[in-house]
Structures are given as C-alpha cells and as structure tokens.
C-alpha cells in the first residue's frame, strides 16, 4: 500500500472546481441554493480554533475532551493574507525548503492544501510516505492529531511531525481515551479472569484491537496487552488474527467498523456488546459479556454517521443504475443497502477501474468525493449526503496554517511538532508491527 505522489503539473484538467471552500462561499453569496451544515465554515477557522470544540462541520456537536490540544492564535499576517498571498508563500517556502521538506495531504483534506501535497493517501499511506523518505527533515502533515502521531511512530528520530493546526483533532479518535480504555480492562479482567491466561484452546479471553484512527496511548496500550491496530483496509485480516488468539475482541473506537467487519464475517448481531466508557459494566451485565465475541466502544464518526438508507433509496430512485459505495464506518444498515463498502483507497481505486461512463453515489467526506469527481469527469459522481459537510477537524488546516509552519521552517523555526513519548512508542510500534505482519486484505474491500 503506497501513498500517490501529486504534483501540480500531473493533476488532470478539472472541469468541475473541487474546493469544497469554493461551494461554501457561493452558499453564503446566494450563487447556489445548495445547503452547507453551517456557514461559518466560509469565515478563517481561527475564529474557533482557540475555542473548546470542534468548531463548524460535521463533528462540531461531538464534545471535545478537556485534554485535547488547542491550537494559538495564528499571526494576523496570515489571518488578513488572501488565498492567492497564501498559495504564492507556500510555494515560495517549498521551494526554498526543497526536499528537507515533505507535504502529506490527507484523502479528507481540503483542496487549497491538497494542491500543496507532496503525498496523498490515507493515514497509514501517509505515514509509510514519512518512512520511505528519510531526506526530509520536516514532515508537514495536512491531516489530524493522530496521523501526525502515526507518522511520528513510524518516521526516523531525525525527522520532525508537523501538525500545521494543533486544534486538528479527530472526534472519533477522542471518544476513547486512555483512562476510559484501562479502566474498561480492569472491568473485563473482573468478568473473565486474568487477561494473560490460555483457556484449553490456547486463546486468552480477550484480544483488543484498535483502529487507526486513534490516539498513539491507545495504540501502544494494545501493543502491551497482545494486541493489534487496523485500518478500514485491513480490519477483517486482523480480527481474524485477533480471533486466532483470544476468545474475544475488545474493538475501538468506531463500534460502526467493528460491527460491519465483525458481521461480514459471521459474527452475530446479538455477541456484540457495545460499551459505553460511562455506565458500569460498559452498560452490560456479566452473561452479555460472557457471551460475547467482539465488545464494540461506543466511538463513532460525526461525518460518516450523516449517511442513511433514506439517501441510497433517493440515489437509487434519482439514478436508476447508480452503483453505491460506502466507507465501513457508515451504520450498519447504510453498508448493508450499498452495493459496495470499502476504505477511502478502496473507493478510489473502483472509480479509477470503472471502465463505461458510471454514476456513483459515494458516502465518505465530501472533500475526497468532489475531488474524485473532478478527476473523473466521465463519470457523475456525488455525495450520498446532500449537504456540504466537510470534515469539521480536517477543516481546521488552513492554507494559512500551512504557510505559517513552512516560513517557520524557512527561519529556523519547527513549529507544531508532534512527538509522542518513547514509553508510549515502544509499544504502539509493536501494535503497528503486528499488524504489518497479519498482511492486510490488498483491496480494502470489506463487503462480503
Ligand atoms: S472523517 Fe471522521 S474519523 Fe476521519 S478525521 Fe474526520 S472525524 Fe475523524
């Protein structure tokens, strides 16, 4: 699995404009009658980025955890800058900085920083691109809090994270923290015994595993009780790896990836527990999870949750014909009425191989879809969700952010740096190893 490298002069001509930014503004000017979840999107997002919360877009409703980092004030000169000031500095910067610096640019990210991307990709294509260029001293990455500690792990000592807007986190990767994750093991420990010992089958009781997106506590808290990390590509390979272990699978922090992967491989409905970090027991009684084979975390994704089985019934109805591919981290019941689920390069790479003109009805973050469609001209392509909704975290990378920590560079100064602590490294890299060697499904798909 790599990362595609993207320059400006390989992009494909565009007839259909992707910024998101751009659709937000003729919003707010009355230019379309399209709607958007909320236009304050169309101000600088400095307006809330020193802020508790998540600030406008999908994830704005999710509540933010005290401890999260929050982002200072950023310069008035890149406040008050316009967006061809701030193209032209970002280029000017890069150039200077030549290959002591690496761009990566997450799938979700808006276009004016994708342009600027050295890489784009998912975030565990992203951080193997940190790893494949130990030339670059500075890694630049457009995404959030938790890539940027990925490829943090997985880049060389000598190489500084950058993560542009300290305040841009990923609400679904905060709905588990650390304390909530050792307590719920002391729980379960209590339910099924010591969390080390065999039964006659040679499995202990419990194999916990961890989606990438989430903290790098988290990952190496896995990494020191046997288990493992996925991703959406993966996620069925390692909880067959996880299921050769352990009688069990504690899954988090999205129940809807867990749930979907868990069901295509014929786990029932009814041993899939889900627990929730503030009820006792996790809302469970011992005999539930006695019976148990995967305990979802009550996590899940503000962007992906938007879709519904009403908005496949409408594609449908709309575009006789219309193919529907969906991320796992949709409910259950949206994976279940598409025609296709799959991981963010999944879905990339099934329009790219679609040879006749198609009409897709994608549901994932509305950057990547109007990019894809732009890429893709002979095909129609949309957002399942009708709404302009972008990633309200991902949102948070201005241009201006990105300028600010390149002229950083430029003058000597990293700034942002995300370092994660050796004691909680060592072990996430175990997590992160474990599941390199588990090989992951080569086509993200995970539909059965
Ligand atoms: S799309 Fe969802 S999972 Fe991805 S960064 Fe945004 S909130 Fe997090």
Known sequence: MTATPLTLQDRPGTPIDPSVDHEIQAIVSGETNTETCNTDLAAGPWNFDTRPGYGPGASMGDVIPAGSPRQGELPLEY????????????????????????????????????????????????????????????????????????????????????LPNLAAGCSMADMANIDQVEECWEDLEEVYGPMDQQDADGLVPVVPVTYMNSSAAIKGFVGRHGGIVCTSSNARTVLEWAFARGRRVLFFPDQHLGRNTAKAMGVPLEQMPMWNPNRALGGNDESTLEDARVILW????????????????????????????????????????????????????????????????????????????????????????????????????????????????VSGNVINQITVPADVADPARVALERMLAAKPIADGRNKS
């Open 79 to 162: 406040r008050e800058a316009s967006d061809a000031d701030l193209h032209a500095r970002i280029l000017a910067a890069k150039q200077t900085l030549g290959d002591r610096v690496m761009v990566l640019g997450h799938f979700y990210q808006r276009e004016e920083v994708i342009e600027h991307a050295d890489y784009v990709g998912d975030s565990f294509q992203l951080a193997g691109a940190a790893k494949e260029h130990p030339e670059a001293e500075a890694i630049v990455f457009c995404g959030v809090h938790f890539m940027a500690e990925t490829a943090d792990l997985l880049s060389t000592p000598k190489q500084a994270v950058i």
């Open 298 to 409: 009550h996590g899940f994704c503000s962007v992906h949750r938007r879709f519904t089985v009403a908005q496949i019934d409408k594609a449908r109805s709309d575009f006789p014909g219309v193919r529907v591919i969906v991320h796992p981290e949709c409910p259950m019941d949206v994976v279940d009425a598409a025609d296709e689920a799959g991981s963010t390069d999944y879905i990339r790479k099934a329009i790219a191989a679609a040879t006749e003109p198609t009409v897709f009805a994608v549901g994932t973050e509305i950057n990547l879809v109007q990019r894809l469609a732009a890429e893709y001209p002979q095909h129609t392509i949309f957002c399942l969700d009708p709404v302009v909704c972008p990633c309200s975290t991902m949102y948070r990378i201005h241009p201006g952010y990105l300028a600010w920590v390149l002229e950083g560079l």
